[in-house]
């Protein structure tokens, strides 16, 4: 989810504010299985995934460190 950083309401922490914790947990939920099956679908295996934030890295490789069991 691009957003521009900066002041109170910059960043990932302004969906926060403005959804509440469950709705942001929810899209969070959505999103992370939106970009699995994108994963399934196009990335061959030994192939590679790049993401710029940590966090997004970290969620990604707690749902399963290997994306080829995931075909």
């Known amino acids: 989810m691009p957003i521009a950083p900066g002041g109170i309401w910059g960043g990932i922490a302004s969906i926060h504010k403005l ?29 590679a995934v790049i993401t710029f934030q940590k ?12 994306f080829r069991s995931m075909r």
């Open 19 to 47: 959804l509440g914790k469950r709705a942001f947990k929810m899209l969070e939920t959505a999103e992370l299985q939106r970009v699995i099956k994108a994963v399934r679908e196009f990335v061959n295996p030994g192939g």
């Open 55 to 66: 966090n997004a890295w970290n969620v990604l490789r707690s749902a399963d460190t290997s």
